[in-house]
């Protein structure tokens, strides 16, 4: 079973920010949090990802809280190529196994 | 960061027939693949690791004799699916692993969708 919880789905509107929560209450000191999407009939794409500090690249940030246990992902003027959906998932980073994906987020950006 | 590669991107078979799928690391040295499957609106399963020059590790439920896989270089695995039936349509994708943690977990392709007639 995935780590990790994830609302069902989310409506954005364009042009607005887009914030994905995830709940990963049971992470461990070395497991990092991933955030993969996925556009429909294409293979996962990844966004980022972080172990305990905030990060930002330049397609999104990630906030994480000091305890570890949920995280946001950020996506600062979404636009309707970001209609996806995002997976979140805690993982050794690596080659340690492979990645357990839940059901994600159905993120719909809208005009 | 790596590039994986996979063909064809789509097939359409007649039932019972065999249907070869490869998954192509095209800048990056991968000893170990890992294969994944995709129902509609559900989310990916991780069917078996492919180890290069050794068999590959199945996960419960996966029947190995039906899916076979070859990792016979670093930068090539094929999965095999024998017999196919409807219900083996599916999409299926293939993935490396990277070797840093400030890297992306694993690099993704793009996906073979099959369709089992």
């Known amino acids: 079973d995935a780590k990790t919880t994830q609302p069902t789905s989310m409506d954005c509107a364009e042009g607005r920010a887009a914030n994905l929560p995830c709940n990963h209450s049971?992470?461990?000191?070395?497991?990092?949090v991933y955030w993969y999407r996925q556009i429909h009939s294409q293979g996962p794409q990844y966004i980022i990802h972080?172990?305990?500090n905030n990060e930002t690249n330049e397609m999104a940030s990630l906030i994480i809280t000091e305890d570890r246990k949920s995280s946001t992902l950020i996506l600062p003027h979404a636009t309707l190529r970001d209609t996806a959906v995002y997976y979140c998932?805690?993982?050794?980073?690596?080659?340690?196994?492979?990645?357990?994906f839940g059901k994600g987020t159905k993120l719909s950006v809208k005009p | 960061g790596a590039v994986v590669s996979q063909h064809p991107s789509r097939v359409i078979c007649k039932s019972g027939t065999s249907v070869k799928i490869e998954c192509r690391s095209l800048?990056?040295?991968?000893?170990?693949m890992f294969w994944y499957r995709q129902f509609p609106k559900q989310s990916l399963m991780l069917m078996a690791t492919?180890?290069?020059?050794?068999?590959?590790?199945?996960e419960q439920g996966v029947e190995k004799d039906k899916f076979l896989i070859n990792h016979a270089s670093l930068t090539l695995s094929t999965l095999t699916v024998t017999s196919a039936h409807p219900e083996d349509s599916s999409f299926y994708i293939c993935?490396?692993?990277?070797?840093?943690?400030?890297?992306?977990?694993?690099?993704f392709g793009p996906g073979t969708r099959l369709l089992v007639l």
């Open positions: 998932i805690v993982n050794k980073g690596g080659s340690q196994g492979n990645l357990i």
């Open positions: 049971t992470i461990s000191g070395n497991e990092y």
């Open positions: 972080g172990l305990k």
């Open positions: 800048d990056f040295q991968a000893t170990t």
């Open positions: 492919s180890n290069e020059g050794s068999k590959a590790t199945y």
């Open positions: 993935s490396t692993p990277s070797l840093r943690d400030t890297q992306p977990a694993q690099y």
